[in-house]
């Protein structure tokens, strides 16, 4: 498994420039024994594995927590600034994403967060490539920043998916990683089969 950081917090950078670190960690993911690759794509990385698994034939593209509708009304996410940057303030990452975490975890995690911003271009994929992609949306009952209702109708009407729905918060990598490695480990399964 590989997780390579994406340079989402320069607002020139195009998608392509985006998703370069990680097409070029796939000749480390590749195998020669013919398994699949799964490209798992976290909340804003949800817009990028579709990139990812274009390049890759047959990949399984999972979306995580994607965020295919709006943020839930009065979730605080930090204003952009004239950039069109925006920057967690630590104390406020804490309290609106980490809420699940031991306190001493969440500082850990909000000190590490990085700037976003949107790419500098217009999506490369339409609706119709991203539909035509081997996708599962995978959906968490209780996430903090998306509901689940919209999530759900949203992976059915943009990309004809009913989601797998799981326990839990939008960071289901942290909160049970045990859980979502499972998850991940059947679906990778079902596509060798």
């Not at 070029?24 to 909340?43: C, E, Q």
């Not at 729905?165 to 859980?179: K, N, W």
């Amino acid at each position: 498994m590989l997780a390579p950081d994406l340079p989402l917090g320069d607002p020139a950078t195009t998608y392509a420039e985006r998703v370069r670190p990680a097409l070029a960690a796939l000749p480390v993911a590749r195998t020669d024994d013919g398994d699949p690759i799964v490209v798992v794509g976290h909340s804003m990385g949800a817009a990028y594995a579709p990139l990812v698994s274009a390049t890759l034939p047959a990949a399984l593209t999972v979306l995580l927590c994607p965020g295919l509708g709006p943020l839930r009304a009065g979730f605080p996410w930090p204003p952009a600034g004239p950039d069109g940057v925006s920057v967690w303030d630590p104390s406020m990452a804490v309290a609106a994403l980490y809420p699940r975490l031991e306190p001493e975890r969440a500082w850990h995690f909000a000190a590490r967060l990085r700037p976003m911003a949107p790419a500098a271009d217009r999506y490369p994929l339409g609706r119709a490539e991203r539909a035509a992609l081997p996708t599962v949306v995978v959906c968490a009952a209780d996430d903090e920043m998306f509901a689940l209702e919209t999530e759900r109708d949203r992976a059915r009407i943009s990309l004809g998916v009913d989601p797998v729905e799981i326990p839990g918060g939008h960071l289901p990598m942290l909160t049970d990683p045990v859980g979502l490695a499972a998850l991940l480990d059947g679906f990778l399964r079902r596509s060798a089969s």
